[in-house]
């Protein structure tokens, strides 16, 4: 089952902060954050493991809290090279081993 | 250089007619996975594979077969049965069998006329 990922879309101006959630209905084990440019393939952010941990790239941050089953990518002091659209993408524990899926995506547009 | 790459990166196609997407990588990694991707949607898993010579359905495999008879090489089938195969295919792996990045491929795009 997909997450479900939140808000569908933000616009933003350059330098202003934002929060994409994503929740799943199932356990985690992992979440995974990818962005995509228009036309191009997803490139991987981060990944995130159950314990809650938090995990940064350049300005971008993310959190995991695995007993809600949510995870959160925070966009700070954004610059115009984070519009894309962003994935998250969730692993649950499998005895045949893990499966990545990815929730419906957000899009960012952020403006000079 | 070490990739993935995925042929044809255009692919036009008659109802009817089945077509097979390449997906070749030389990361020497595990996992491969196929998605699919609609305009302005998400990434929706057809099949994926953990090892050679095994391969689990994903959420949307009506329509596709798949085969893994190499480590290096997962290509996707998409036959006659799949009823809207118009879509940008998405082929990624993964180093081990368990958690770790994905790499994706840039991509086929798939148009049935």
């Known amino acids: 089952q997909q997450p479900v990922q939140s808000p569908q879309a933000v616009i933003l101006r350059e330098g202003e902060d934002a929060v994409i959630n994503c929740s799943s209905s199932k356990a985690l084990y992992s979440v995974h954050w990818y962005r995509q440019k228009h036309g191009e393939a997803p490139v991987f952010l981060m990944i995130?493991?159950?314990?809650?941990e938090q995990k940064g790239h350049e300005k971008i941050s993310a959190s995991f809290n695995e007993k809600k089953q949510q995870s959160s990518l925070y966009l700070t002091a954004s610059q115009l090279s984070y519009s894309g659209t962003y994935f998250c993408?969730?692993?649950?524990?499998?005895?045949?081993?893990?499966?990545?899926?990815f929730g419906g995506g957000t899009r960012v547009l952020v403006k000079p | 250089d070490g990739g993935i790459t995925q042929s044809p990166k255009y692919l036009f196609r008659k109802e009817g007619q089945n077509v097979t997407l390449s997906c070749e990588q030389n990361?020497?990694?595990?996992?491969m996975y196929w998605y699919r991707q609609d305009p302005g949607q998400g990434l929706r898993l057809i099949y994926y594979?953990?090892?050679?010579?095994?391969?689990q359905k994903g959420d949307i495999a009506e329509g596709y077969s798949v085969s893994r008879e190499k480590k290096e090489s997962f290509p996707l089938t998409v036959t006659s049965a799949q009823k809207n195969p118009t879509a940008f295919y998405l082929c990624?792996?993964?180093?081990?069998?368990?958690?770790?990045?994905?790499?994706f491929g840039e991509g086929s795009r798939l148009t049935v006329l």
């Open positions: 990361l020497n990694h595990d996992a």
């Open positions: 990624a792996t993964q180093q081990g069998a368990g958690t770790g990045e994905l790499f």
């Open positions: 993408g969730t692993e649950t524990l499998k005895a045949a081993g893990n499966k990545l899926t």
């Open positions: 995130l493991l159950k314990g809650g």
């Open positions: 594979s953990q090892i050679v010579n095994d391969f």
